[in-house]
């Protein structure tokens, strides 16, 4: 098992001594991931958990699973570590699930870009991210995977997809703590943040070399009418609060700072106080959920989704890079069923295109490896193969004997080739130039 005792690093780990000089090359990062939602916490009437790990049975096939990875032949994997499972009492800490899972990955030459957190937090705190104590817990749980494995693993994301985080957990009420309402998404929104910049502190002071990347859900909204005009401009500005505020620049010009104290935000000055340097920024985007338009109703305002073209990619890549100027990292796409052949086909056309015009997109990660398994199920008490959702590069089918079985696509060769070409051949699948 690894220990902090084992060799050095492996010679192709990125870390941020080489980072820069990586990215000014022809360096391209193909990757891939492992859906890792992990909500612990019983729904109160399907008394359902929702730890992916467990629903696709990844507890029981990790090795076949990295296996597939391999077969790819990536060298990143975004990996989640289920929290739950490393303190499963504060401060007591069992390290077998990661000890195993990446000491396999780094043999096959795979480099774990490490998910601290997905969505969920140990049952032990409270109200998770809700909980006063949360911005300390996750740093010191961070300190100790760093600890764990200095010299070993350099890549982290403190924490996925911040904003959805804090609309499932404070505005809709899915997740822990349960809030259901703006003051709700506010309140968890400064929470995480907190416990991003606690977190990206406590890894750099461990271990200096560290790349932090910072992940995001990113979607672009839009309005038809003059009436949702202020409702589409906030909605697309709360797509970069999270970044604003842990880089520190949420001050008094910003435009949600209103809406923010509006909603009883405190510690707004903190972050300007204890901002973080993005390494790389991470945008988690798909077509058939990042296309949004804002609709008016005799009540408000509500949002539809449409179906978006390759244009989502080159559009939101240009905004991020315009407004953080950090290197961007496409951290997960994906489309559905028929789709995906097209999507890999017309997303890779639009990262070369951005390359060219100056966008230095560094990095693609198909997500997930194989189907997942949809969030409502947690909800409601449907048959499991109701909530199989296949997007990934493998399918999944339940066997008579209850086995989910992993099923390749034609995406897996597709995948591979490019993964196996290299940076110069990004949009080139199909023989399309």
């Known amino acids: 098992m690894l220990t902090e005792a084992q060799p050095a690093r492996a010679a192709d780990a990125i870390t941020r001594s080489n980072l820069d000089s990586l990215l000014a090359s022809d360096f391209f990062m193909w990757s891939t991931g492992i859906e890792d939602t992990f909500i612990t916490d019983p729904h109160r009437k399907t008394a359902r958990a929702l730890d992916e790990y467990a629903l696709t049975q990844h507890y029981a096939k990790w090795r076949e699973d990295i296996g597939l990875m391999a077969q790819l032949s990536v060298r990143y994997a975004r990996y989640g570590i289920p929290w739950h499972l490393i303190e499963p009492e504060r401060d007591r800490f069992d390290f077998t699930w990661p000890d195993q899972t990446f000491e396999l990955m780094l043999e096959l030459g795979i480099q774990p870009i490490v998910d601290l957190v997905h969505y969920g937090t140990p049952p032990w705190l409270v109200s998770g991210f809700g909980n006063p104590e949360y911005p300390a817990r996750v740093a010191e749980y961070a300190k100790q995977i760093a600890e764990r494995y200095k010299g070993r693993v350099f890549w982290y994301t403190p924490l996925n997809e911040p904003r959805i985080t804090a609309?499932?957990?404070?505005r809709l009420g899915w997740w822990p703590p349960y809030g259901r309402s703006w003051r709700g998404f506010v309140q968890v929104m400064i929470s995480v943040c907190k416990g991003i910049v606690l977190t990206q502190?406590?890894?750099r002071k461990v271990d200096p070399e560290i790349v932090c990347a910072h992940v995001d859900a990113t979607d672009l909204y839009h309005s038809l009418d003059p009436r949702t005009d202020a409702a589409a401009e906030l909605r697309q500005n709360l797509v970069f609060l999270a970044l604003d505020l842990v880089s520190g620049?949420?001050?008094d010009r910003h435009p949600l700072r209103g809406w923010l104290l509006k909603h009883r935000a405190e510690d707004l000055d903190w972050f300007l106080s204890e901002p973080v340097e993005l390494d790389v920024v991470g945008v988690n985007l798909y077509p058939m959920f990042s296309d949004k338009?804002?609709?008016?109703?005799?009540?408000?305002?509500?949002v539809r989704l449409r179906y978006g073209s390759a244009d989502l990619i080159t559009r939101l890549g240009a905004m991020y890079y315009e407004r953080y100027e950090r290197p961007i990292w496409i951290s997960e796409t994906a489309?559905?069923?028929r789709r995906r052949e097209a999507w890999l086909r017309d997303s890779l056309d639009a990262v070369k295109g951005l390359r060219a015009g100056g966008v230095p997109v560094f990095g693609y990660t198909w997500w997930p490896l194989f189907a997942l398994v949809?969030?409502?199920?947690?909800?409601?008490d449907l048959a499991f193969e109701r909530y199989l959702v296949q997007m990934g590069l493998w399918n999944l089918q339940v066997a008579p004997d209850g086995d989910l079985r992993r099923i390749p696509t034609k995406l897996v060769q597709s995948y591979r080739q490019v993964s196996l070409a290299g940076c110069e051949r990004v949009g080139l699948l199909g023989g399309r130039s």
Do not use: F, H, I, N
């Open 201 to 203: 502190r406590a890894l």
């Open 293 to 302: 338009v804002v609709l008016p109703t005799s009540t408000g305002t509500r």
């Open 167 to 170: 609309y499932y957990c404070g």
């Open 249 to 251: 620049r949420v001050d």
């Open 374 to 380: 949809a969030w409502g199920y947690r909800e409601k």
């Open 335 to 337: 489309a559905v069923g």
